[in-house]
């Protein structure tokens, strides 16, 4: 998906070993961009296809996310929703096992973050090499600036050599 | 300090060219980005990337493909990465498709995946909207990638652009 030219990155984390909590988070995000973009590439341990990676803004666990995601999964073009979730949908995350060579790439956009005024959208792309392909459409049903965000992958630990890069996108 | 950083840019001149070739790619970024505007000269709107030159069939896609009546999907592999979408020969004159690839960590030692959403549009019924993810099976840094449509040329005015983006 189209990354403006103004991209900076704001905080980088790379895993050197292997995440048991599946956790990751930005805080203190500043408040001086227009747009946020993560960028997360990498695996969980497991064998099985692949899990969920899922983002909480401002700690907000309560019921205030919805998504609609659509894919494609096994040759197959599909489309669903997810309401009233405690946490956002944002793309699957592979699952490679420990020796793969193989891993999934997320790019999750989040959309005019710092504003008080507006419910906060999200644009997440998924890449799954040997699984899926998807486009995931999301919202926090907030007002609050995003100040900081949880990233977590359900299916646990998160390979080492896993990247998660939190970039500012400034209009012009 | 911004770091998406334009390493490379091509704008296709008379007579149109079968490919369009980065090469020489510096090793320093965290991942590649690739955006196009094209077009085709032939009955043909897909779009690809070929990497260090390699022409086998090492290439797995899979990708979601809206035509403005029906959404299909379907996977395999190829030469190429598919991905991008570009107004055929027959399509509306003087229009190009549009496309962005993303790369990331395209130097690390493991498989190259590529995501990439390309669009075709046309003043018909028939204009085209996809998502692809892509793999290149294969471990080597990339230091060089060639763009390359489905068959023909792209046309006088087609353009293409190697971004680099560093993480730190």
Do not use: C, H
């Not at chain 1, 405690?86 to 999750?108: E, K, P, R, W």
């Not at chain 2, 090469?23 to 965290?30: A, F, K, L």
């Not at chain 2, 505007?37 to 030159?53: C, E, H, I, P, W």
């Not at chain 2, 294969?138 to 068959?151: A, L, V, Y």
């Amino acid at each position: 998906m189209p990354l403006p030219s103004t991209m900076t990155p704001i905080a980088t984390n790379t895993l050197t070993s292997n995440l048991a909590s599946g956790v990751i988070t930005f805080s203190n995000i500043p408040q001086t961009y227009t747009d946020l973009v993560i960028v997360a590439v990498g695996q969980g341990y497991t064998s099985s296809s692949y899990g969920n990676l899922q983002v909480q803004f401002n700690g907000d666990t309560g019921t205030n996310y919805s998504s609609t995601e659509l894919k494609e999964f096994a040759g197959t073009a599909s489309s669903s929703r997810r309401t009233t979730q405690s946490y956002l949908f944002a793309t699957s995350f592979l699952d490679a096992g420990s020796a793969s060579l193989l891993v999934g790439t997320s790019i999750i956009n989040v959309f005019n973050y710092a504003n008080t005024t507006t419910f906060k959208s999200t644009l997440s792309r998924g890449n799954l090499p040997g699984f899926k392909t998807e486009l995931n459409v999301g919202l926090w049903r907030s007002t609050a600036a995003i100040t900081s965000l949880t990233l977590t992958a359900n299916d646990t630990p998160i390979n080492a050599g896993a990247s998660f890069t939190l970039y500012g996108i400034k209009a012009a | 300090m911004a770091n998406m950083i334009p390493i490379s840019t091509t704008t296709v001149g008379s007579g149109g060219v079968s490919s369009i070739a980065f090469t020489g790619i510096p090793q320093t970024y965290t991942d590649l980005v690739i955006y196009l505007s094209t077009r085709a000269s032939a009955a043909s709107d897909s779009v690809g990337l070929r990497f260090n030159g390699d022409s086998g069939s090492n290439y797995a896609y899979r990708y979601i493909l809206g035509n403005g009546a029906t959404a299909t999907a379907g996977t395999g592999t190829t030469t190429y990465t598919l991905g991008g979408r570009q107004p055929e020969s027959t399509f509306t004159a003087n229009t190009f498709g549009s496309a962005s690839f993303y790369i990331p960590n395209y130097t690390s030692i493991y498989y190259k995946s590529v995501s990439s959403d390309g669009v075709s549009e046309n003043n018909a019924t028939t204009a085209m909207a996809q998502l692809t993810g892509s793999l290149w099976n294969n471990i080597s840094p990339i230091n060089s990638i060639t763009i390359i449509p489905g068959s023909g040329n792209f046309v006088q005015y087609s353009s293409a652009t190697l971004y680099g983006i560093r993480k730190y």
